[in-house]
């Protein structure tokens, strides 16, 4: 018998993410959706869209020219003037692909073959230059640090399906510009906090026995720990939050166990590794990265974040001074990974239940930054969804014929926002939490333009 | 649950309550379909003229008649439609409503601009009930009892003393009682050995250290500034260091809320102008580019919302945008408090003058010696360069050479790329460089190296805290965004009876305007300052504020469950000098505090949340007690106070995602012995919490915390179990126990970590326990690190009863 709602969520809590307390308390939040997980790809440093996703001849034709008119006017980056720099054509092709033909461009051969899975948002806007305050609003719909991240919302209100394991799940490069915060869980429980996921047999911090402290000596210790606690338990019966931690040694117990099972890809077929580029010097790290996204969402985490770039090694903000050569780089370790979980996700059936997001935090300046290079550009870029019941191989929206502006069908990180979670099952109006006394949300006030029906419906 | 809580408030409180909670019901159950995103029926009841107007069914609402409102009639079962659509209201929120309306349908703003909302209002004389019952210590008791035998609830028995001294260590201090303490309190045989326990704890600095922690929490602290490169506030422990001996000196509120707030308007010594550190160590977008502007909006946000939500216990923030829907606060409000801010520009306070002075100086010749030094070094490496780079780039394809060799405009885009990526391959180190030089050079180097070093040898912080002052006597224009015609001038909250700040007068060097707000909030009849201030207090003693919204009174606040305890608390705590230590012993030594945590079965059943304080809300340790507590026991806590921040050696695993090369960002003191300071002491930055501290709920420090939560989650269990910190104090434990037999290593190991022996069958359990682990792991020493180890993990050491 649970004695209070306080007591009941501190006993939900046992687990990796609480069962949803908003949900519990407001009917009707969860309608019936097919995504019931999302794998967002977040290229980290800021991919260029007018290379990628969205081509625009015309800076082939005004190559080397500066913008005609009051064109640049508004425009701000730290690096360029966009009155006096000049456009610089995409040094790739664009084709045609699939039944739909949605161009894209040979920097991703992959994912080219996936065109008619994918919804591709070319009307993406935001307005932070910078890395860490765009991140910030990518994730957390702010520009500043301390709000909780999408994924922490999206486990705050859909609930854990599998407790040994955490609910949401981050893999990166390591050094994040936003540093940590971006995947953090801000003003809610820390239970909802991204947990960083590493290489190697203990994936979760802390989850190995320290140096020295054999199996058995570790479960003498936590047995220890579970008498002590019992019999410290046995006069504060009433106490379930006393309960609830000496459940969480349990669960830590358990983890061991599990855990390293998630991660051990000696399970995986040869031909699933290759389908990856496991092993392969270019694609390993992002291929076995998008594996184990795979292997997670299977076993029900529900949200798993992937990074590809750091701010301190091979990163897509390269591109600052060499365009191609950091989107050549980063391309060619991302493409195949990503085609290969598109297409291992269909074949075992669960690209209709998960919803891969491809995005980034802001595209990059259509104009040159010194002779090769592309600066930020938040305010037009791309971003492209597949799986969940999404009517592919369709473009939403568009930028000027520059690429410069988001310009039909604008989308706001609010829009994509509110998007995704009502793709999850959730309202966006609805998933609060009470935090100085505003019921928050992750859309703060906005999210009006969400385009869930113009992606279910082809 | 919600039932009680609505009968009571409809009940007990005044009537401008009614409105708020009407209008926060209508909020919760309403405004999802009705409300400013979604209108079904073309119907929002979000404000007043809303619901009047109606929607495609006609007017909602007809003041004083319930009977005759639509609103009205499909909540209380009258019409053939049924709202809302999740299911009946319960009949405490229909008699709410139907009062409400009855009432006239007054919507909170109106209620509290004609000055009706309690807290708005002046705080009441009260007297403590008189009660004939023994168990009345203190009025406090007195205030409280009323309220359980008005709900069939009595107090719980009194705790022991171990109990109680584990109590308010951990409570003044963040530390728990050593065995020895406990032993000598349970000794004291004097009648008044509580309250001079109680007097003890506040004189020592270990309480500034605690309850510093509580307000940086407020403010919002950090050690960096965030974002990408998350740049060090390289003096902002002198603010921290200034709180901690604020409350260690008891200085009182309303003079450390003017030093915050105007120190460098107000007051002539430094000392007090360090207050203003308050507006300098949250987080800010400085040092990236040109968004000086959006830095400088979000900058204004943070002062006004910090400052409402500390000080005054108010969310204004909602009216940055547009009139505050359910507090009497405009938008205009909004940004007169913003343009009390907008002169501010960042200072700093020179400690002592004449050392800042001659520190200055002394940054400035050093500077102008290190030029020339680093000519000298250049100069003298020159050739060894040149001669290096040749010889690594010959190692490269011939193709990468040509690519150097190549002008930068004539590289094809391969040969850029080459460029870029062999650059770095090709620049030769300076240890490569200074092997090659000749003795004589050598010799040269080592004079350089000599004076470089005694340039910096004694290089320390200066004797500057950070600060700010007004960038003159008139501030910049303020403006509501997209009415730029009208320039608002500074002033209070029209609810609070406004007024609008004058200008200073002439000469002066600041406008004054902060002094003015300063002076406003630190008034003895200022309606919230005490109120928030007790209040806070109040919560961290008991779990639970009498206002349990700790940060918001205004019409969304939960409302008070002692609303007369808190007008008495407040005028006491004005009365005896605004003084915390006071505020302390007047909550500590009342009957209520000493209470045991066991809740009777009619507590269980009639009040679970423990909101009438029927016995005392157990807690579990905050991140930093959980952190001191293990280093106290394992005997290495070292107590050292104040100084810049310690970065502690952490697992490399520990430090994942940091935005910053380690070697930049995490600069390990190069002092162990520092390592193992207290928490407050240990380095906050804003982009990377440490692990343990995280998980255990320590915030992020960017948003003002009132009230931390406190998880549970498989995570802090594996961080307290398998840290090399737990490892490292577990074995520093284990060495100073290994005096004597099983049985005396487990009496050691029990005391340090419970402070108490174990009992017959726990020293069984404890000595099968190291045989068993000795065989295991080979040593007695191994044996004992894992029982301290353990036993730092038990609910009984995480706990306070």
Known sequence: MYTSRRQFLTRAGQGFGFVALSGMMQENL???????????????????????????????????????????????????????????????????????????????????????????????????????????????????????????????????????LPSFVVMSDGAMKSGAGAYGAGFLPAAYQGTAFRSGKNPVLHLASPDGITPEAQKETLSLIDRMNRRHFATREEDTTLEARISSYELAYRMQSEAPDAVDLTKESAATKALYGIDEPMTDDFGRKCLLARRLVERGVRFVQLYQGTNLGDDWDDAHLDLLGSHNKMAKK??????????????????????????????????????????????????????????????????????????????????????????????????????????????DVHGENEFTSWLLNA | MRFVVLLTFAVSLPAADLKGSAV?????????????????????????????????????????????????????????????????????????????????????????????????????????????????RTPVDAFILQQLRARGLSAAPEADRRTLIRRAMLDLHGLPPT?????????????????????????????????????????????????????YLLYAWRYRDYVIDSFNADKPYDRFVKEQLAGDEIYEEPIAQQGTGYYTVGPNRDMLFKVEDINRVETMTDFVDTTSSVFLGLTVGCARCHDHKYDPISQKDYFRLQAIFAPIVKSRVFLTYNLARQYDLQENTRQWKLYDLADEFQRMKAPYVKRLRAEKLAQLPQAVQIAFATEEDQRTPQQKADFEMFTKKVAPRDDEVF????????????????????????????????????????????YIPGKESDEVPPGFLSALGGGDIPPPPPGSATTLRRKALAEWIASPEHPLTARVAVNRVWQAHFGRGIVATTSDFGARSTPATHPELLEWLANEFVAKGWSFK?????????????????????????????????????????????????LLAAGTLNPKMHGKPVVPALAAEELYGMSQPLGNAWVVTSDPTEHTRRSIYMIS??????????????????????????????????????????????????????????????????????????????????????TKQSQLLGSVEKAAAELARGLFNTNEFLYVD
């Open chain 2, 582 to 630: 006071q505020l302390h012993r007047t909550m500590m030594l009342s009957s209520v505090y000493r209470q045991q945590t066991k809740p009777s079965p009619a507590a269980l059943t009639k009040d679970p949340e423990n909101q009438w304080l029927s016995h005392f809300t157990r807690r579990r340790l905050e991140a930093e007690e959980v952190r001191d507590a293990v």
């Open chain 1, 30 to 164: 969860l309608a019936a959706t097919k995504a019931k997980r999302i794998i967002y790809l977040f290229m980290h440093g800021g991919v260029s869209h007018v290379d990628t996703f969205d081509p625009k001849p015309a800076l082939a034709k005004f190559n080397g020219q500066p913008l005609p008119g009051s064109f640049g006017e508004g425009l701000v980056t730290s690096r360029i003037d966009f009155r006096k720099a000049r456009m610089l054509a995409s040094p790739w092709n664009f084709t045609r692909n699939g039944q739909s033909g949605i161009e894209i461009s040979d920097l991703y051969p992959h994912v080219q073959k996936h065109a008619d899975k994918l919804a591709v948002i070319r009307s993406c806007h935001g307005d932070a230059f910078d890395h860490a305050p765009a991140i910030n609003l990518r994730t957390s719909g702010n520009q500043f640090p301390g709000r909780p991240s999408l994924g922490a919302w999206a486990v705050y209100g859909l609930g854990s399906e599998n407790k040994n």
């Open chain 1, 334 to 443: 991302s493409d195949q990974p990503i085609a290969g979980l598109l297409t291992d996700l269909a074949s075992r059936g669960l690209l209709d239940s998960t919803l891969v997001v491809w995005s980034t935090e802001f595209g990059r300046t259509p104009l040159a930054e010194g002779k090769n290079g592309r600066d930020h550009h938040p305010y037009g870029f791309t971003t492209w969804m597949a799986g969940a019941g999404i009517a592919g191989g369709r473009v939403l929206g568009s930028t000027d014929e520059f690429g410069l502006r988001a310009v039909e069908q604008r989308k706001d990180v609010h829009d994509i926002h509110a998007t995704l979670l009502r793709l999850l099952g959730m309202d966006h109006l609805k998933l609060t939490y009470r935090y100085q006394s505003r019921d928050m949300r992750l859309t």
């Open chain 2, 24 to 136: 926060a019901l209508l909020s919760q159950k309403c405004q999802s379909c009705h409300g400013p995103q979604v209108q079904l029926s073309g119907l929002r009841l979000d404000t007043r003229e809303a619901i009047l107007r109606g929607g495609k069914q006609g007017a909602a609402l007809t003041p004083g008649k319930p009977q005759d409102s639509l609103l009205f009639r499909v909540i209380s079962g009258g019409d053939k439609v049924a709202m809302p659509p999740t299911g009946p209201l319960g009949p405490a929120e229909v008699s709410l409503l139907r009062e409400w309306i009855t009432a006239g349908a007054v919507w909170p703003t109106e209620a509290v601009a004609a000055k009706k909302w309690w807290s708005f209002e002046k705080v009441k004389p009260v007297k403590p009930p008189v009660l004939a019952d023994a168990w009345v």
């Open chain 2, 685 to 770: 930055r804003r982009n990377f919490r440490m692990p343990m501290l995280e998980v255990f709920d320590r915030p992020e420090g960017v948003l003002s915390c009132a009230r931390r939560e406190s998880s549970t989650t498989p995570t802090q269990s594996l961080s307290l179990l398998n840290s090399d910190f737990t490892r490292h104090q577990a074995l520093a434990l284990a060495a100073a126990s290994l005096k004597g037999d099983e049985s005396a290593i487990s009496e050691a190991v029990f005391l340090a970590t419970l402070a108490r022996r174990p009992d017959a069958n726990e020293l069984t359990m404890a000595r099968d326990f190291l």
């Open chain 2, 435 to 478: 092997s090659l030089l000749t003795p004589d050079e050598k010799a040269k180097l080592d004079r350089l190296k000599t004076r470089l070093l005694s340039l910096y040898s004694n290089y320390a912080p200066g004797p500057f805290s950070p600060s700010v002052t007004d960038s003159g006597p008139l501030g910049p224009p303020v």
């Open chain 2, 179 to 231: 065995a020895a303490e406990i032993e000598a309190f349970e000794k004291d045989s004097a009648p008044d050995a509580y309250e001079k326990l109680v007097d003890r704890l506040l004189a020592s600095t270990r309480y500034g250290e605690k309850w510093g922690k509580n307000w940086l929490d407020l403010v919002r602290y950090g050690d960096t500034s965030g974002f990408e490169q998350d740049p």
